[in-house]
């Protein structure tokens, strides 16, 4: 099956900084998705991003699908972007929603 | 729209026993997908119905099942559980004409 790797694992930041978390994937997919999972567990949707650029705010995302990755851009950071962020992709020959978690990235944002 | 709603939230069983969790998509939805998150295993895929079919399914034994009704609500079983089955259950809804998935609160499911 694919593989979705995330980087950095973890990452701490002081309030305002920026960052960029990236997502590599081994094959092609037809949905990339990103994803901030709050403290109570809940996935909150970020980014629906098969392939281009989107941006939201202060987030934004951009997926090479021909090179098989995609970023997630967070600017002047806040300590309420803390959490994990999940990178998830269903693969193109997959048939049906199945989507593919990365590890995530722990993020920290600290006054 | 309200959101995908699951029921319970909390649920402590002991080994052995069953255990049927619910999970209602949003309105007009008719994909529904099942995953488990746990600290060592992470966020693993267990099925996804559509239209009231099975249309996919993931590497979990068969204790683990589940159905779909004709208003797209979903319910998932585990039977005879065990303590590994301890985790965060979430639950998607997909609507016909795109991939997007949007998730449910999730059941935190403890086996003691």
């Known amino acids: 099956g694919i593989q979705v790797e995330q980087s950095p694992p973890d990452l701490i930041l002081q309030e305002g900084a920026n960052s960029t978390l990236r997502c590599n994937f081994s094959d092609s997919v037809n949905n990339l998705q990103w994803f901030h999972q709050n403290p109570w567990g809940q996935l909150i949707n970020l980014f629906y991003?098969?392939?281009g650029t989107k941006q939201n705010g202060r987030l934004s995302a951009t997926t090479v699908a021909t090179e098989r990755y995609s970023l997630l851009y967070i600017s002047s950071s806040q300590t309420t972007d803390s959490g994990v962020y999940f990178c998830?992709?269903?693969?193109?020959?997959?048939?049906?929603?199945?989507?593919?978690f990365g590890t995530g990235t722990q993020l920290k944002v600290e006054l | 729209k309200a959101g995908v709603t699951q029921t319970p939230r909390y649920l402590i069983k002991t080994r052995g026993q069953q255990v049927t969790l619910s999970c209602s998509p949003i309105?007009?939805?008719?994909?529904v997908s099942w995953y488990q998150q746990t600290p060592g295993q992470g966020l693993q895929f267990l099925f996804e119905?559509?239209?009231?079919?099975?249309?996919n399914k993931g590497n979990f034994p068969g204790r683990f099942s589940g159905r779909q009704f004709s208003n797209s609500r979903s319910e998932m079983n585990v039977s005879t559980l065990e303590l590994g089955d301890s985790a965060l259950y979430l639950c998607?809804?997909?609507?016909?004409?795109?991939?997007?998935?949007?998730f449910g609160p999730g059941t935190r499911l403890t086996v003691t």
């Open positions: 991003i098969p392939s």
């Open positions: 998830a992709v269903e693969e193109l020959t997959g048939g049906g929603n199945k989507l593919t």
């Open positions: 119905y559509f239209s009231e079919t099975q249309r």
């Open positions: 309105s007009g939805h008719r994909s």
């Open positions: 998607a809804s997909s609507g016909d004409m795109g991939y997007e998935q949007y």
